[in-house]
């Protein structure tokens, strides 16, 4: 009766000690989604203050393509100034692009995070039924060493 008893403990312990490496390996997958959305992240950020540093250049460019074009009302200069804004509508468009793969990585990131906590809860929770499982266990063969 008592070795069935061990052999159903080890059982279970065998059990468990599998669903905590699962769920290890779940946790070490969510880390490592969220490094991945991090560095995506800081690439997007790095690509967004570039344009706005480009943009910012041709809106100064713009102002002066202006001013240029009001005081000769050349052609040229009016074709400058288009291309100028074409430039700019461009950038524009190129940031807004960024700004929402930027909130589209941070919804990311918050998701994985979330997921993060969850799994990590349930490692701890799986690692102390496994310690339970293996103190019942031992008090078990301490019993049945004992009878013998």
């Known amino acids: 009766m008592a070795q069935a008893q061990i052999a159903a403990y080890e059982k279970q312990l065998a059990r468990s000690g599998d669903k905590l490496a699962d769920t290890k390996d779940d946790v070490a997958k969510n880390q490592a989604r969220i490094t991945k959305s991090n560095s995506q992240l800081e690439k997007v950020k790095s690509k967004r203050g570039k344009i706005q540093r480009d943009n910012a250049k041709t809106s100064g460019d713009i102002a002066g393509l202006e001013k240029r074009f009001a005081l000769s009302n050349d052609a040229k200069d009016l074709q400058k100034l288009t291309k100028a804004r074409e430039k700019l509508a461009k950038g524009e468009s190129s940031l807004a692009r960024l700004m929402k793969q930027e909130a589209d990585v941070q919804g990311e990131i918050a998701k994985e995070q979330g997921r993060l906590e969850s799994k990590a809860g349930k490692a701890e929770e799986r690692g102390a039924s ?14 049945h060493d004992a009878i013998q």
Do not use: I, P, S, Y
């Open 130 to 143: 496994k310690e339970e499982l293996q103190q019942a266990l031992d008090a078990l063969k301490r019993k």
